[in-house]
Structures are given as structure tokens and as C-alpha cells.
């Protein structure tokens, strides 16, 4: 099994263990990672090109679903923080003190959720950053 089907293989079981706890929205997002993985995978698979290239193509593949599992759970990590956000200015407004710092940006952009789908499919079809 390739690095990238133990990726996908992943995802899957973040969307099955979230549907188990009835975490609706957790097992849709891995839900859509795994869809994403799926046809990047299927997409990378019929070549006819020669196995250096193959190679190549492979590896790309891979730092691709890296980065796609990499922003997924910082997506995730941006939630919490979101619910930690406004649990602590509630706080704040019931004894008047200071409201927490900002949130930082969403992921996506300053857009943020209504973006996220857009945001993840260029991940998985967009070049690789350059750094």
C-alpha cells in the first residue's frame, strides 16, 4: 500500500470514527477529504509514462496529499480555536473584562469557510509552493 492510499485510508477513518460519535460535521469534512484523495490518487494512476517520470509523478503525489492532510487538519485546528474564541469573548462580555486578541485568519482566506471546498481543490490540482 502506497503512502497515499494510507493517506486516503486515513481519511476515511477520521469519517467513519466521527460518524460513530455523531460529529455530523467532522465526518462530513473527512468525508470530502477522502472524496479529494480518492480522485487525486485516481488521477495520478493511469500513466503510460516512463518509470522515471513515474516516479516523479508519485512522489509529486504525495507531497500533494501531505499538504491537502496538512491543511485539512489545520482547518480543524482553526475551528476549535474559533469555538475557544467565542467561548472566551462570551466570557469577557458576561464580566466585563477585556475581550481575547483577534482570531487568526481562516485558512482559506478571509473568506474563509464559504471558500474551504475551492481552497482544498487547489491544494490537490494547484503547482506545487515554491520555497
Not at 497515499?4 to 469534512?29: E, F, K, V
Request: proline share 10%; with cysteine; net charge neutral.
Amino acid at each position: 500500500m502506497s503512502e497515499a492510499d494510507d493517506h486516503l485510508a486515513q481519511a476515511l477513518q477520521q469519517a467513519n470514527a466521527a460518524a460513530r460519535r455523531g460529529d455530523l460535521r467532522a465526518a462530513q469534512h473527512w468525508s470530502k477529504v477522502a472524496t479529494a484523495m480518492a480522485a487525486a490518487a485516481s488521477a495520478a494512476r493511469p500513466s503510460t509514462l516512463p518509470e522515471a517520470n513515474e516516479k516523479e509523478r508519485r512522489a509529486e503525489l504525495r507531497r500533494c496529499l501531505a499538504r491537502y492532510v496538512e491543511a485539512a487538519q489545520d482547518i480543524q485546528r482553526w475551528e476549535k480555536e474559533r469555538d475557544h474564541y467565542w467561548a472566551m469573548v462570551a466570557t469577557a462580555a458576561e464580566n466585563g473584562t477585556e475581550p481575547p486578541p483577534p482570531l487568526r485568519p481562516h485558512p482559506a482566506g478571509p473568506l474563509g469557510p464559504p471558500m474551504e471546498e475551492t481552497f482544498m481543490k487547489n491544494i490537490l490540482i494547484g503547482p506545487e509552493p515554491r520555497g
